[in-house]
């Protein structure tokens, strides 16, 4: 993820390009190979810049999908990514970009929904620094922020667009090297809480439905020069502090804690839905925050995406997805955008399984690959994702209409429906009782096999209908 954009983007060769920035100051387009809404065609559509599976009317288990999914783009990946890497500069042709000046801010927002409206995307995310440019203090950065939201407003309201998250930036600046509410320098948790007081604000004034921490630089690098207490019990101070800001101004969204096992630092506090989950609750701040989970994280920490969407699902913590995938060959965060359809049925099999995401949704958190430069590859990614998530949801209902393999997991549990199983979790047995039985029984009897095989063909019968 890159959130230095100091970088020139570069001109491609290709003399179409060219003529983009002319072209935008004409007719203020600035994907003007994309002439019309990109729109459903249905499963034999041919068209790349068209839905196939994407209907957003369309009902699902008496749900329209675009309320199962409440689709958002993330700002900083979409406006702001140059596809810089840790080997070379920026790639991306981005006609938007240029001046690092506020009335160019102001005219990137609008290019902004420009694409979300182009794609019937319903939401956004961004942090506060990817919208506004810093400045020399924290009173003109807010000033900076402050014009720009204005625009953000007027867009929305043109639109009815809306915010899906805020966020703040605690982690670009040199002044969060060690970190931001657990740095071992105070006045930088001092700096991170004006700027999440101002992030909160602004939130709020954009109306938006959450607010996202994702500990950007809250770990550690070095065990011998870290004390670990000491840092979770500032995060949990932060965190609590950000709470009561948002009862006094009345911000009435949900907080959002996004699991990250490592990078930028090698042990981040918030690793996984487990850890975070434990935290929470260990610091009495589980009644106020949810998690926003996001894929590639949870690949991160050795899990699937399901695996954390379903612990955090059961435990009630389920609250917000950053949809985006990894690769299985690097260890690292690629932030690609999901294509792939097994997986978005286990994702939506959790979802729905959990009752929805509420005040959440799927927040792209993923960006073009360096290599796909041009403004018109943002669509085609967050088409294939769009679709594949949609994909994903209609197989999910049909193997919840179907049954079968909810029944054979219900079959696997049944010694737990009656018997001696059903009276441990009815609490009437211990240890004794328990040794008492099976001195009298003998041995276990054998249980029901695990079929895995089985489950894995009934799904490939759904997924290939
Ligand atoms: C970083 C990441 C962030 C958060 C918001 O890996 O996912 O973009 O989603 O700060
Ligand atoms: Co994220």
């Known amino acids: 993820m890159l959130f230095c954009n100091n970088e020139k983007p570069l001109k491609p060769s290709v003399s179409a390009h060219y003529l983009l920035p002319i072209i935008m100051e004409k007719t203020m387009a600035a994907f003007p190979e994309v002439k019309k809404t990109v729109q459903y065609e249905g499963p034999e559509s041919k068209n790349p810049l068209a839905y196939r599976f994407y209907n957003p009317d369309e009902k699902i288990e008496g749900k329209a999908m675009k309320d199962h999914f409440r689709f958002s783009a993330a700002f900083w990946h979409t406006m702001r990514a140059s596809g810089s890497d840790p080997f070379g500069p920026g790639t991306m042709y981005r006609p938007w970009e240029g001046k690092d000046t506020v009335a160019n801010a102001q005219k990137r927002v609008r290019v902004f929904f420009e694409f979300l409206e182009k794609m019937q995307l319903n939401f956004y995310c961004f942090h506060d620094r990817d919208v506004a440019p810093e400045g020399k203090t924290l009173a003109e950065t807010n000033g900076n922020l402050d014009e720009v939201v204005k625009v953000f407003k007027e867009e929305q309201h043109r639109t009815g667009i809306k915010l899906l998250w805020g966020t703040a930036n605690l982690f670009g600046n040199p002044r969060y090297m060690h970190g931001a509410a657990t740095s071992s320098n105070a006045d930088a948790f001092a700096f991170a809480a004006a700027q999440v007081k101002k992030a909160l604000e602004v939130t709020k004034e954009l109306g938006g439905d959450g607010y996202t921490f994702w500990g950007g630089r809250e770990g550690y690098q070095c065990i011998w020069n870290t004390d670990m207490k000491r840092e979770l019990d500032h995060l949990a101070k932060f965190m609590h502090l950000a ?223």
């Open 243 to 465: 709470v009561d800001y948002a009862k006094q101004i009345g911000f009435k969204g949900q907080f959002y804690f996004e699991p990250k096992p490592k990078e930028p630092t090698k042990h981040q506090y918030d690793f996984d839905s487990a850890a975070c989950i434990n935290f929470l609750r260990a610091y009495g701040l589980e009644k106020y925050v949810k998690m926003n989970i996001e894929t590639n994280h949870a690949t991160l920490a050795g899990h699937s995406v399901e695996h954390e969407l379903e612990y955090a699902g059961h435990q009630g913590f389920l609250g917000s997805v950053d949809a985006n995938a990894g690769d299985e060959l690097l260890g690292w965060d690629t932030d690609q955008f999901p294509t792939n359809v097994y997986m978005t049925t286990k994702m939506m099999l959790s979802i729905l399984k959990y009752g929805g995401l509420g005040k959440g949704g799927l927040n792209f958190d993923a960006k073009v690959r360096r290599e796909s430069f041009e403004p018109i590859d943002l669509f085609y990614a967050h088409i294939g994702g769009m679709d594949a998530f949609a994909l994903g949801l209609k197989i999910a209902a049909d193997i919840r209409k179907g049954g079968e393999l909810a029944k054979m997991v219900q079959d696997r549990y049944s010694s737990w429906d009656s018997g001696i199983g059903k009276e441990i979790e009815a609490g009437k047995q211990d240890f004794k009782s328990l040794e008492k039985y099976i001195l009298k029984k003998g041995d276990t009897e054998p249980n029901v096999s695990g079929r895995q095989e089985l489950f894995e063909n009934i799904v490939n019968r759904y997924v290939f209908k």
